[in-house]
C-alpha cells in the first residue's frame, strides 16, 4: 500500500468511527442516556461495529501501519484535555506522576530513574470499557499514543512506552513502562 493510499484510508476510518461514537451521542462524550430498549441497542451496535472495525483494521493493515493508526488516535485523544494537565508539567515528569495519582491512585504512577511505572486498575477508555475482553490487541496502542503525547510534553522530548499486560487483552490490570 502505497504511503499516500495508507493516510487517505487511515482519514476515512478515523471519519467513521468518530461520525458514529459522536453521533451516536454516547453517553462517554458528555450526553445524558435515558435508559430504554432502544439505547442498549444502539449501545450493542456501537461495540459490535468497534469490534468489526478493529477486525478488519486487523485484516486490511500491516502491523506498523495498526499501531501508527492507534496511537495517532491515543495522541489525539490526550489533544482533548490532557495535555493542558501535561503542559503544566513541562519539563517536571515527577509533578507529572504526582498529578497522574491524584487520578489513577497512589501505587497507579511510580516515577524510579528514568522509568515511570503506570498501572491501571480498569480501563479508563470510555469508548470501549464496557466491552467484555479480550478486544484486539491493535486497541491498547491507542493508550501507548496518549502516554507517548502526555509524557512527551512533560519530558520535553521524546519518550518510549512499553505495554506489558492490559485488561482488553485479557490480563487483571493495564500495565505500562513509560521510558523518559
Known amino acids: 500500500m502505497k ?11 478515523s471519519l467513521a468511527a468518530g461520525g458514529c461514537f459522536f453521533l451516536g451521542k ?20 456501537r ?15 500491516d502491523k ?12 489525539d485523544c490526550a489533544g482533548r484535555g ?5 503542559a503544566t508539567c513541562r519539563g517536571d ?13 497512589e501505587d497507579g504512577a511510580k516515577l524510579t530513574g528514568n522509568e515511570v511505572s503506570i498501572t491501571y486498575d480498569k480501563c479508563y477508555c470510555p469508548i470501549v470499557n464496557s466491552i467484555k475482553p479480550p478486544l484486539s490487541d491493535i486497541y491498547c496502542y491507542c493508550s501507548r499514543g496518549w502516554l507517548l503525547e502526555v509524557f512527551g510534553i512533560a519530558a520535553e522530548k521524546e519518550v518510549e512506552v512499553e505495554i506489558l499486560e492490559t485488561i482488553k487483552r485479557g490480563g487483571k490490570s493495564c500495565k505500562f513502562i513509560v521510558r523518559v
Open 26 to 45: 454516547n453517553p462517554a462524550f458528555g450526553a445524558k442516556k435515558e435508559i430504554t430498549q432502544e439505547n442498549d441497542e444502539q449501545e450493542k451496535f
Open 93 to 105: 515528569v515527577p509533578k507529572l506522576v504526582d498529578s497522574l495519582k491524584k487520578i489513577i491512585g
Open 64 to 75: 506498523k501501519e495498526r499501531i501508527f493508526l492507534m496511537e495517532s488516535c491515543g495522541r
Open 47 to 61: 461495540e459490535e461495529w468497534l469490534v468489526l472495525l478493529l477486525k478488519n483494521i486487523d485484516e486490511q493493515l
Open 82 to 86: 490532557s495535555t493542558k494537565l501535561a
Open 3 to 13: 504511503r499516500i493510499e495508507f493516510f487517505r484510508n487511515t482519514l476515512k476510518l
